[in-house]
């Protein structure tokens, strides 16, 4: 079903732009109207796959089918025309935009081939299409830019009740757009949806067997809920590539925005992020991680005002749950499936009595099961219906494959099944090869990733992999940093692909060629991650995460320690910035105590010294990390890798933290040096940070100013927000030891602003402290008390400790509030502040805590600024503010 031209545009998503053009002749043309949609912050659906003169029809037909608006620019050609087509790509696409709002730019040109200038002509006449002529690329971009503003305003509103950015403290809720419409439930949609509505109902559970359609059910109930505007975010969180339930919560913080900082439970994470917000979220495919369910049940007695949408192909048993068996559909509606998918690869296609009548005994035979109904109507492309009931007939006739270990499924399994080894047999041997190679892949795959590992020999697979999706055996899965398509498969067709992998002679094979794939991108992805583009690396990152995951846990199955190095180690920079130091310290050490660790090459083994000693600094476990990276400074020596060297430096130097001692100098300035030689920005600042807090500990404010200066002059030269805002923290310690107390509060303003985009509990920690030594020394001790529990409970959420550079002021500030205030009434003041949140805290601390500016007792009083306020309005009952 195409997107809804006339729909809001949700937190959910963003509008989605579909370019069309001839690839080589208008390749200016192209990057001028991506450029366009871009600055917008729309997402441009672009198809540049080399030296075709065209991707094949299902690729740009599925990615068309989730835009929003289609752009076409024309200017000589008309494009390829593929053989047995009637016309080109280039048409077809303008064919197939549908209702969608057409933007349409054309090149001015003397010549343009017959096709073009007829196809022009019926463009002219679409009363739906914005019909412009322009000159030069340049300008293209701005009539581009200026006509979609316009269509935003007209056409894609924000809904009312519903706010247009995220929820504080998350990130903006995203549902995946299925690219055909919901058919046959609308009875079930209601009845999810009346149910979420009620004040008794806090969780709905779509049950059902695999295929039968929860996940598309409950997509629909979500999108329609979050047009609604009942909730302050929906979100979709996938389950399908989770294999162990102790990660569910993980999952799930990853989908809202939740860093998992520190050693604390995520769990703990998540419920003091939701505690009192009114969210949805979906929980898809639960059934292979149900001993996770008293997770979501802690979630939902924790948080009161959030509700739950599970599919599972079982209940999950708890207490809060309200169960809705999902039936096939009933022979009317999925005939109407049926017509609607057939519509969908023949145009026009409409039965006559006896195809309907056919189309009746398929969907009978097929039991109503949606994903059965699919593929079969995937192959009216081809087969009349008659002879589809005829063929498929035959195949649900047989008995099912024993060696498969079948022979017990439920009957309507066995149909489904029996449908998917039916749809597999059909496809040609190369279609089946690739179906089986890509189902190695954990979660979504991008177009490069399926020509690494699915074709072994260098083929081109393009036109193999249209057919798969044209037969509905693979889908489109949304598209990656660049606004190329990814690709997925359904649980159940990636359950039977992979059963014959496994099978065959092919699975060794496959699975080095996706380990070497790995090992490329987490090769090329880390020096990326520690350079001025490392926010667009951090992101494709995110894409490949099931995969990286689901490899290194393999390879700790396996017995492959060096490939855990390959993947984990250049990948520290996300690893921290993520928040995911305290499981990748864990698969270090697991993969450390493999038998294949002792033969590990030395530069493999070096940098698994330093993942160790590094993961240990970055969660404050500085003693455990000093034997690490004491051995990793002789082995980088010996290897003469000079950038090894200073990280060893570098963490042994803040990690032997003494205030002045001499061989911590030495060591932290040898770092630095190296680092600057260097060139390396990431490392630099680290390594002026940690310089930097010896010299404020020693008392040598100029030199930790000037340190801290540069260290945030490096991390602004990357762009790292993660860096900006601990150095800034810094700063603003530096600052308030040398009296400069308003010069620190605007360096712990900056800090606040980059942790509350930033989420993260411990770095705010650090500036909430900073805030508080503001407010002891503008005299209010109570405050100071207060912003003090606001950090204090940050760090307990997530399990840390400040840190050995900084615990000598934390403690001299702790004592200097107990003084003023009296250990009770100060313990009493940290309690309520306790009751405060990320971001909710920084906002408060940074109005709070505002030193008064210096002005002449003589002054005027009209030159007295108002003070700000520091209300403390009481927390709510569950310590919610």
């Known amino acids: 079903m195409p997107a809804d031209p006339g729909a809001p545009l949700t937190p959910d998503r ?48 599925a990615y068309l089918a989730q835009s929003d608006v289609f752009v076409g620019i024309y200017w000589r050609r008309y494009g390829w025309v593929a053989p047995g087509e009637p ?45 412009k002529p322009f000159d030069r690329a340049e300008e293209l971009t701005d009539l581009v830019a200026d006509d979609l503003a316009v269509l935003l305003t007209e056409r894609f509103a924000a809904p009312a009740g519903l706010s247009a950015g995220p929820s504080p403290g998350l990130r903006a809720g995203h549902l995946p757009m299925p ?13 999810v949806v009346d149910l979420l509505a009620r004040p008794d109902v806090r969780m ?124 096939p559909l009933s022979l009317g509606p999925a005939v109407d499936l049926l017509v609607e998918r057939a519509r969908d690869v023949r145009p026009g296609f409409d039965p006559d009595p006896a195809a309907l009548a056919a189309l009746g005994e398929l969907a009978r035979r097929l039991d109503g099961i949606p994903l059965a109904l699919e593929l079969a109507a995937a192959r009216l492309r081809l087969l009349p219906p ?72 260098g083929e081109d697979l393009l036109d193999t992999l249209s057919s798969l999706l044209a037969q509905s055996m693979v889908g489109p899965a949304g598209e990656d940093e660049d606004g190329e398509p990814r690709f997925g498969m359904l649980g159940t067709v990636r359950a039977y692909a992979r059963e014959q992998l496994e099978a065959g002679p092919e699975r060794p094979a496959t ?51 060096e490939t855990v190095v390959r993947l984990a180690a250049p990948l520290f920079p996300y690893w921290w910035s993520r928040g995911l130091l305290a499981p990748m310290r864990q698969l270090a050490d697991e993969a450390a105590a493999l038998p294949s660790a002792a033969r590990l090459p030395p530069d493999a083994a070096a940098l698994l010294l330093w993942a160790r000693g590094m993961l240990r600094i970055a969660v404050g476990d500085v003693a455990a990390a000093r034997p690490y990276l004491a051995r990793l400074r002789d082995a980088s020596g010996e290897l003469g890798d000079r950038r090894l060297r200073a990280h060893a430096l570098a963490g042994l130097g803040l990690a032997e933290a003494a205030p002045g001692a001499k061989a ?51 991390a602004e030269r990357i762009n790292s927000s993660h860096l900006q805002a601990q150095v800034l923290d810094l700063l603003g310690a530096d600052a308030a030891a040398g009296g400069d107390l308003g010069g620190a509060w605007e360096r712990f303003a900056d800090a606040a602003r980059v942790h509350g985009e930033w989420l993260d509990q411990e770095g705010s920690a650090y500036c909430l402290d ?26 307990e959420v997530v399990g840390v400790a400040v840190w050995p550079g900084m615990r000598p002021l934390a403690d001299a500030l702790a004592g200097a509030v107990d003084a003023a205030l009296g250990p009770a009434a100060a313990a009493e003041a940290r309690a309520r502040g306790a009751g405060r949140r990320i971001p909710e805290a920084l906002d408060w601390a940074r109005a709070a805590a505002r030193p008064e500016p210096d002005i002449p007792p003589d002054a005027p009083p009209e030159t007295r600024p108002e003070a700000p306020s520091t209300t403390r309005p009481e927390p709510a009952a569950d310590g919610a503010s």
Request: hydrophobic share 45%; net charge negative; charged share 25%.
């Open 14 to 61: 963003r509008v989605r732009v579909f370019i069309s053009s001839t690839l080589q002749e208008l390749a200016t043309e192209r990057k001028a109207a991506r450029d366009a949609v871009t600055r917008l912050r729309l997402t441009p659906v672009m198809f540049e796959l080399g030296a075709r003169p065209h991707p094949p029809r299902e690729l740009y037909r």
């Open 87 to 131: 016309v080109s790509g280039l048409e077809d696409e303008y064919l197939l935009s549908g209702d969608r709002p057409k933007l349409i730019y054309v090149k001015a040109a003397d010549d343009p081939e017959p096709r073009l200038a007829a196809l022009l002509h019926r463009v002219q006449a679409d009363d739906r299409a914005a019909y």
């Open 179 to 191: 690219p055909t419409g919901l058919v046959g439930r609308d009875a079930e949609v209601a009845v």
């Open 204 to 327: 709905v559970t779509i049950a059902g067997p695999g295929g039968i359609g929860k996940t598309r059910l409950a997509l629909e109930v979500a999108a329609r809920q979050s047009a609604a505007g009942r909730y302050d975010g929906v979100w979709f969180v996938d389950l399908a590539p989770v294999v162990d339930p102790a990660q569910v919560p993980g999952a799930i913080a990853a989908a809202l925005g939740v860093r998992p900082e520190g050693s604390g439970p995520v769990l703990d994470l998540l419920v003091d992020r939701l505690r009192d917000r009114p969210v949805l979220l979906v929980l898809d495919n639960f059934e292979q991680v149900l001993p996770a369910a008293p997770d979501v049940a802690t979630l939902l007695t924790a948080c009161p005002t959030v509700r739950i949408l599970v599919t599972s192909r079982t209940a999950l048993r708890v207490r809060a749950e309200h169960e809705l068996p999902l039936a």
């Open 386 to 457: 008659a002879q589809l009931l005829r063929r498929l007939g035959d195949r649900l006739d047989r008995p099912l494959d024993l060696a498969a270990g079948t022979v017990d499924l439920p009957d309507r399994q066995r149909t489904l099944r029996a449908t998917i080894e039916w749809s597999y047999d059909l496809l040609s041997p190369s279609e089946r090869a690739l179906l089986d190679r890509l189902s190695v892949f954990a979660g979504a795959f991008s177009l490069a990733a399926a020509e690494a590992v699915a074709a072994p020999s």
């Open 511 to 561: 699975l080095a060629r996706l380990t070497t794939w790995l090992r490329t991108f987490a090769a090329t992805a880390g020096p990326h991650l520690a350079g001025p583009d490392n926010r667009m690396w951090a992101r494709r990152v995110d894409a490949e995460l099931d995969d990286l995951r689901s490899m290194m846990r393999w390879a700790i199955e396996t017995d492959d320690a």
């Open 664 to 714: 911590d100098l030495d060591q932290l300035d040898e770092a630095v040096a190296t680092f600057r030689e260097l060139g390396d920005d990431w490392g630099l600042a680290f390594a002026l940070s940690a310089r930097g807090q010896l010299a404020l500990l020693a008392g040598d404010v100029p030199t930790a100013t000037r340190l801290h200066t540069d260290a945030l002059a490096a």
């Open 770 to 795: 900073g805030f508080a030594g503001l407010a002891l020394a503008r005299g209010d001790a109570e405050l100071a008390a207060e912003l003090q529990g606001a950090a204090g409970h940050a760090r």
